[in-house]
């Protein structure tokens, strides 16, 4: 599986093994993705165990199930968008073996069970251990511990099962927060607001099929709307900070309110306080009254005559230049183009 964007997943046993219970071994490996695919449409292959090529050595002492790369002759089945080598290997006690790696990988080995000795130094790893190879070759040595004089009596009849898993280093900065890892703090945090909006995907799957009650309609949009609202004023405090130093939030929310250039803010401001005034009103509200404010944030968000998009607009309306790229702007633009999907999705009664 490609996460990139981000994908809501599970992994679940077979029916029969949910039904009748047990003990379930299963390894699972995230691989960081290059800073130029964070973003990139999440993939999913489904590789039934059938079909993950096996390959042994004449005499039936290795066995390999190739699950990335190649070895013994075998290669992989499934695509993979970094360069990574994923073997699970058994060797029979007292065999010992050489896997040809690229030179510019750096490898690791993963212990599942028994015994063995790894590296030209041979160094012993056992179960539940993990094992790193100097990056200096072109191929990494492993042993069954048997071989070793010094070996444990256990290491007569269990033989040794690892995973090998040599990759391409990508050499960039890594920054992890929870389920997220990013290469910056502030791509961590547009990654956390993003993750927040897989709920509003949810609530627009539900419009679809369902019809929705005037309140939840209200509500959902006034999320989203103080959401951008909030991302804005971030942007216009930056600006504002680079030219006069710091300013408060209520300093901000002054300029906002009192300075023509920024009428475009103040407009979603005030239509973030009418939705409000609707969902509180004990009256009931008509569906021209809400065909009428839904129309009004249409125009706000909506691209101009040039089909520039709300962030490239909101720029330009501030009178600076078009062309310069808000710090923010692909998020401004998806969240502004979620609040658009709802729009156009919702049927009014």
């Avoid at 004089?149 to 990759?167: R, S, V």
């Avoid at 101009?304 to 230049?321: P, T």
Wanted: proline share 5%; aromatic share 6%; glycine share 6%.
């Amino acid at each position: 599986m490609i996460a990139g964007a981000g994908v809501v997943h599970s992994e679940m046993p077979e029916a029969e093994f949910t039904r009748t219970g047990g003990r379930l071994h299963g390894i699972q490996l995230w691989v960081n993705l290059p800073q130029r695919d964070k973003m990139i449409a999440p993939r999913y292959q489904e590789i039934p165990s059938a079909q993950i090529p096996v390959a042994q050595t004449k005499d039936g002492s290795v066995t390999v199930r190739v699950i990335a790369g190649e070895a013994l002759g075998a290669k992989a089945v499934i695509e993979t968008r970094t360069p990574i080598i994923y073997l699970h290997f058994t060797l029979q006690p007292g065999v010992s073996m050489v896997q040809p790696i690229p030179k510019e990988y750096n490898a690791f080995a993963y212990v599942l069970d028994g015994s063995g000795l790894f590296g030209t130094e041979q160094e012993r790893g056992e179960d539940g251990q993990m094992v790193i190879f100097a990056p200096d070759g072109e191929e990494v040595a492993i042993a069954h511990a048997l071989t070793c004089q010094f070996a444990n009596p256990a290491d007569a009849t269990q033989p040794l099962n690892l995973l090998l898993i040599p990759e391409v280093p990508l050499n960039e900065p890594v920054v992890r927060y929870g389920l997220f890892v990013m290469n910056t703090e502030a791509e961590i945090r547009q990654a956390i607001t993003i993750t927040e909006m897989e709920g509003w995907d949810i609530f627009m799957h539900n419009t679809l099929q369902h019809r929705m009650t005037q309140h939840q309609l209200l509500t959902d949009i006034r999320i989203k709307l103080l959401h951008l609202h909030k991302l804005l004023l971030d942007v216009e405090r930056n600006r504002y900070e680079q030219v006069r130093g710091q300013v408060s939030n209520g300093e901000l929310l002054q300029l906002v309110i009192n300075h023509d250039q920024f009428a475009w803010l103040h407009r979603l401001s005030e239509l973030i306080v009418q939705i409000d005034e609707l969902i509180h009103s004990d009256e009931p509200t008509t569906s021209e009254v809400i065909a009428a404010l839904i129309a009004d944030v249409r125009i706000l968000l909506a691209p101009d005559e040039a089909g520039n998009d709300f962030a490239v607009k909101y720029d330009a309306a501030f009178q600076r230049n078009p062309d310069v790229v808000l710090a923010h702007a692909n998020l401004v633009t998806l969240l502004a183009t979620k609040v658009q999907q709802c729009i156009e999705a919702v049927r009014l009664d």
